[in-house]
C-alpha cells in the first residue's frame, strides 16, 4: 500500500513538471509570436486607415525597417503613383506577407495541439519538443526571408523618386516612433 502511494505521488509530481514545462513552453511561443507578429501589421499595408495599430507600434529595433515597409499607408502608396507592374510587386509582398502570417498561426495553433494531446497521453519529452521548436523556428526564418526577398524585389523595382518617398515616409515614422519614447 505504501508503494502505491508512492507510485502515485511521483506520477502526480511527474504530471504537474510536465505541465510547467509545457506551460513554459507556450509562454515561449507566444512571445515568440506576439514579437514576430508585432513587427508585421496585418494586411502588411497597415489598418483600415492606412494607420498602423497601436499594437504594431512597438516593433523590435532590427526588424524596424521591414516593418515600415510592410505598413505603407495607402496615403503612401498614392503618393508613389505606381506603374502597373510595380502593383503587381507591391501586391505580391502583400499576399506572401500574410500568407506567411496565416501559416505562422497555422504552425503555432497545431504545435500547441500536438503539445497538449502528448500531455494528456503521458508521452511528452522535452526533447522533442525543443526539435519541434528548432524546426519551427527555421520555418519561421525561411518564410520571413521569402518575404523580404518580395519586399526587396518591389524596393528594385521603384525609381530613385519613388525610394526617396518611402526613405522619408520611414523616417518621419521613424522620428514619430522616437518621440512616443522620450517622455
Known amino acids: 500500500m505504501n508503494n502505491l ?3 502515485s505521488g511521483l506520477q ?5 513538471i510536465r505541465t510547467i514545462i509545457v506551460g513554459l513552453t507556450l509562454a515561449m511561443l507566444a512571445g515568440t509570436g506576439i514579437a514576430y507578429a508585432s513587427n508585421n501589421n496585418k494586411g502588411g499595408c497597415g ?9 504594431s507600434m512597438h516593433s523590435q529595433q532590427g526588424q524596424q525597417g521591414m516593418h515600415d ?4 499607408s495607402s496615403k503612401v502608396v498614392e503618393q508613389l503613383q505606381l506603374t502597373d507592374t510595380q502593383k503587381i510587386a507591391f501586391t505580391d509582398a502583400k499576399n ?5 502570417r496565416d501559416d505562422m498561426r497555422s504552425t503555432m495553433r497545431s504545435a500547441k495541439e500536438s503539445r ?5 497521453s503521458d508521452t511528452f519529452d522535452p526533447r522533442t519538443m525543443f526539435s519541434q521548436q528548432d524546426a519551427m523556428a527555421s520555418q519561421m526564418l525561411a518564410s520571413r526571408q521569402g518575404v523580404q526577398k518580395q519586399w526587396l524585389t518591389f524596393w ?3 525609381t530613385d523618386i519613388q525610394k526617396a518617398t518611402v526613405r522619408d ?7 514619430s516612433h522616437q518621440g512616443k519614447h522620450r517622455s
Open 5 to 7: 502511494n508512492k507510485t
Open 69 to 72: 515597409m510592410l505598413s505603407l
Open 96 to 100: 506572401a506577407t500574410q500568407k506567411m
Open 12 to 16: 502526480k509530481t511527474a504530471q504537474r
Open 116 to 120: 497538449q494531446a502528448e500531455m494528456k
Open 156 to 158: 528594385d523595382g521603384l
Open 169 to 175: 515616409y520611414m523616417q518621419s515614422k521613424k522620428e
Open 47 to 55: 489598418d483600415q486607415d492606412g494607420q498602423k495599430s497601436k499594437h
